[in-house]
Every structure is written in structure tokens, then in C-alpha cells.
Antibody
Framework: EVQLVQSGAEVKKPGESLRISCKGAGYKFTNYWISWVRQMPGKGLEWMGRIDPSNSNTDFSPSFQGHVTLSADKSISTAYLQWSSLKASDTATYYC???????????WGQGTLVTVSS | EILLTQSPGTLSLSPGEGASLSCRASQSVATRNLAWYQQKNGQAPRLLIFGTSSRATGIPDRFSGSGSGTDFTLTIGRLEPEDFAVYYCQQYGNSPYTFGQGTKLEI
């Protein structure tokens, strides 16, 4: 079964750093880009960016460029989303998703809730 | 950036009825580049339709997609209780990929 398993919920303070993970299983991890999607509380889906795990090439939405970092470790089939200095406005659920043939997203990870509060 | 506008924002229907959800793009989207996702409360989104009209694996045939250019539709025939959720359209032809704001289908 193809699946993406994300790391658990995080509670952080403003200014702290954070890295969350997304581990692929059941398929060849380097054959598919991984996208990251933000969902703020009670709101819709926002595409943040994507990474090609085979070579770590990235592509960002202008709204998120420079605010987050994407990386991947193909040896352990894991992609990462990282912040160097969190803000309260980063509070959201973050999903990773496999991009099929550079197209639609399937499957999605279960989501990681990040709460940033002083 | 391609803006997707979904309507209505909320659709109130009963089990057994049919539903029609609209997704309008700010510029033309190739039919191969439009998907629909379903998100139930507290769950991750799930792919329903890709390439405008192709159902994903395991999706019942009461779900169908259609459209072209700037106007796309998700149709659900004979609603089941488990269909009440939020539905999002997405275009993946041009970066940045964009989602509609969602249509909530409620009982």
C-alpha cells in the first residue's frame, strides 16, 4: 500500500525552529515529487511548494518562498518541511502529498498540526 | 497565478438527492490539469477526480467530473451520508498550484 506517514503534532514558541517529516512507503520514493500543503484552522488548502527527492530540486509558491525550507533524504524515503523562526501565524495543519506524474496529489499524509504560541 | 472560485460556498441537501459543485478558473485550465478532492472533518484530503473526469481508485461511480476551459463541475448522484464533507478543486498545470476555497456539502 502506498502511504505517506507524517511526524506528530508540535507545540512551539514564536522564534523557535522546527522540522517536520513525511515518510513514504510502498513505492519508489525518488520517482515522485512531494508537495506540502498548509491548512490554517477552519480554512482551505494552500500549496506551499514541492521537492523532487531524487535530486532535491524545489519549486515554491511565491507566498512561501523564503519562509520555509524543503529537503529530502532519499536514503530513508523521507521529506522534510522546516522553519528557522516560527510565528504565531504558522499555526496550521501541514500535509504532504505525493504528486503523481507531475500532476494530481495522491495519496496525502495524515497531517501534522503545528501550534505556535507563547 | 490561476485563481479558482468554487460555488456555492455551502450546499445543504439530503441523502438521496443529487449535488452539483462548480469550480471556475480565472484563466483557461487544460482538462488534464484539474482535480477534485474530498475532505472530511479532521481527516486529510482524498483524491476523487483527476484530469477533470477520471475517477481515482476506489471512488464510487456516483461521483463524476466534467468541464473545460474555465468552468468545471463535480456531480454527485444520490448522496450517501458519508458524502457530506468539504470538496476542493485544484489546478496543477501551472505553478503555483492552486485550490479553490472549497464547497461544504452539509445535510
Amino acid at each position: 500500500e502506498v502511504q505517506l506517514v507524517q511526524s506528530g503534532a508540535e507545540v512551539k514558541k514564536p522564534g523557535e525552529s522546527l522540522r517536520i517529516s513525511c515518510k513514504g512507503a510502498g513505492y519508489k520514493f525518488t520517482n515522485y515529487w512531494i508537495s506540502w500543503v498548509r491548512q490554517m484552522p477552519g480554512k482551505g488548502l494552500e500549496w506551499m511548494g514541492r521537492i523532487d527527492p531524487s535530486n532535491s530540486n524545489t519549486d515554491f509558491s511565491p507566498s512561501f518562498q523564503g519562509h520555509v525550507t524543503l529537503s529530502a533524504d532519499k536514503s530513508i524515503s523521507t521529506a522534510y518541511l522546516q522553519w528557522s523562526s516560527l510565528k504565531a501565524s504558522d499555526t496550521a495543519t501541514y500535509y504532504c502529498a505525493r504528486q503523481v506524474s507531475l500532476n494530481w496529489f495522491d495519496p496525502w499524509g495524515q497531517g501534522t498540526l503545528v501550534t505556535v504560541s507563547s | 497565478e490561476i485563481l479558482l472560485t468554487q460555488s456555492p460556498g455551502t450546499l445543504s441537501l439530503s441523502p438521496g438527492e443529487g449535488a452539483s459543485l462548480s469550480c471556475r478558473a480565472s484563466q483557461s485550465v487544460a482538462t488534464r490539469n484539474l482535480a477534485w478532492y474530498q475532505q472530511k472533518n479532521g481527516q486529510a484530503p482524498r483524491l476523487l477526480i483527476f484530469g477533470t473526469s477520471s475517477r481515482a481508485t476506489g471512488i464510487p461511480d456516483r461521483f463524476s467530473g466534467s468541464g473545460s476551459g474555465t468552468d468545471f463541475t463535480l456531480t454527485i448522484g444520490r448522496l450517501e451520508p458519508e458524502d457530506f464533507a468539504v470538496y476542493y478543486c485544484q489546478q496543477y498545470g501551472n505553478s503555483p498550484y492552486t485550490f479553490g476555497q472549497g464547497t461544504k456539502l452539509e445535510i
